[in-house]
């Protein structure tokens, strides 16, 4: 009996990786373009009333607006976001699963990361067009969709107990065994 293969080879990683990269951040930039084109800055156009719309504001903050005077800081945070998922992406990450991850979170990075640079009102201190709103809830963009949706996945591949490097599940007594064999 064979064991299945949980260790993918590094094309397709890499494949994984792009496709998901490419989609995401043109996802993302491509309805921001549209939102900017297309509405005014406030303006509300409903999909489904009342509880879903597009909804155009410029977000100079994080999250809910918070630190709306530092959107250097968040432009520097995002970069070594950035730097650290290819980082891990290029070294450590031989499981799909993970690539996969890790691949939406660094698409959500740079989708925001490049409102923050490239954006008015400044180089560095761009507003990041945020539009769909659901509800009364906080008004987000593509780019923090795949953020929240990586950072959930990561913490189900951590709890699931799915290793960075692939292979087998470690689980139970096996997980100290393993983790002495790999240290």
């Known amino acids: 009996m064979t064991t299945p293969k949980t260790t993918a080879s590094r094309g397709s990683l890499a494949s994984i990786a792009g496709i998901i990269l490419v989609i995401g951040y043109g996802l993302d930039q491509l309805t921001k373009y549209w939102v900017e084109t297309s509405m005014k800055v406030g303006e509300i156009r409903w999909v489904i009333e009342p ?76 507003h990041v067009v945020d539009f769909i709103s659901v509800g009364d809830f906080a008004i987000f963009n593509i780019a923090d969709s795949l953020i929240t949706c990586s950072v959930v996945a990561v913490v189900l591949l951590i709890w699931c107990n799915v290793p960075l490097a692939g292979g087998p599940r470690v689980t139970g007594r096996h997980k100290d065994q393993l983790t002495e064999e790999n240290a």
Not at 67 to 78: K, L, S, Y
Not at 87 to 100: F, N
Request: hydrophobic content about 60%.
């Open 51 to 126: 509880w879903f719309k597009w909804y155009s504001i410029r977000n100079p903050g994080a999250a809910f607006s918070m630190g709306e005077n530092f959107t250097w800081v968040f432009a520097v945070f995002m970069a070594v976001v950035a730097v650290a998922v290819v980082v891990l992406m290029l070294t450590k990450a031989r499981s799909r699963l993970w690539m996969a991850a890790l691949a939406a979170l660094l698409a959500g990075t740079l989708g925001n990361l490049t409102d923050r640079l490239f954006r008015p009102p400044a180089f560095g201190h761009g």
